[in-house]
């Protein structure tokens, strides 16, 4: 399982919510009443899951595509440490996860 902490576009938090290894950080978003739009589910063209992890999070997680990479080129306020939503798998090793919605 994972505590997956979601912050407020201010950065205060919002939900802690506990999630299973293998579930896609999307779906455990839009459980937890995140409004991330996720139009495309995944199909990687529409970046509205576009989510800031915490750098130290970041690190932890396999890197993104580069597909991923391109797609996150056109989203709105990308940081160093943006991933889309859709390509997150939660690790069974990872106890926490913060994500901001921007
Ligand atoms: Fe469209 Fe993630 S849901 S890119």
Redesign the pocket.
């Known amino acids: 399982m994972t505590l997956v902490h979601f912050l407020r576009p201010d950065g205060s938090p919002d939900r802690d919510v506990e999630a299973a290894a293998g579930a896609r950080l999307?779906d455990v978003a839009q459980a937890a009443g995140q409004p991330l739009e996720?139009?495309?589910?995944?199909?990687?063209?529409?970046?509205?899951?576009h989510v800031i992890v915490a750098s130290d999070d970041f690190a932890r997680l396999p890197p993104p595509s580069e597909e991923e990479e391109d797609?996150l080129d056109l989203a709105h306020g990308v940081t160093r440490t943006s991933r889309?939503?859709?390509q997150v798998v939660l690790q069974g090793d990872m106890a926490e996860l913060t994500v901001r919605i921007p």
């Open positions: 999307l996720g139009t495309c589910d995944g199909d990687m063209s529409c970046s509205t899951c797609l889309l939503a859709c």
